[in-house]
């Protein structure tokens, strides 16, 4: 059956549905002819073919599945947090201390730390720029 050039509402599973209720069970039918088993059953010519678009599609979906991993396992990693550590950082965050541009640097060098740690950056480049800026020291 070819699906390619149904109109929208239409559901080929139904199609199909239909189309068996309207023949006879061949099971049925060759135990009332006599002709029970008489061989391997037929193969049918039928096939699937999935575009381009397609693998791509499940090809981004396999992406996404492994950064959302990736994702959860850092998410895991995170120690919980008490309610005076997180007042701590809303009155950091109001007062603009994480503004300054000596504190946006040495997060930014611990987020890199954690990456690296765990592997999620490629060596060489940028990361080991960073790096040699945490050796020499502040």
């Known amino acids: 059956m070819d699906i390619r050039n149904l109109p929208p509402n239409v559901n080929p599973a139904e ?10 069970d061949n099971a049925s039918a060759r135990e009332a002819s006599g002709a029970a088993e008489q061989g391997p059953p037929q193969v049918s010519d039928d096939r699937v073919d999935i575009s381009e678009a397609g693998r791509a599609a499940q090809a981004s979906e396999t992406s996404q599945t492994e950064e959302l991993a990736f994702a959860r ?12 550590r997180a ?8 007062s603009g201390y994480y503004s300054q541009p000596e504190v946006v640097k040495q997060m930014a060098e611990g987020v890199m730390q954690t990456f690296d740690a765990a592997g999620g950056l490629p060596t060489g480049g940028e990361a080991d720029a960073s790096s040699d800026t945490n050796a020499a020291g502040p």
């Open 15 to 24: 199609l199909y549905k239909a189309g068996q209720a309207n023949e006879p």
């Open 73 to 84: 396992k850092a998410m895991l990693g995170i120690p919980p947090l008490d309610d005076g």
């Open 87 to 94: 007042e701590d950082i809303f009155q950091r965050i109001n």
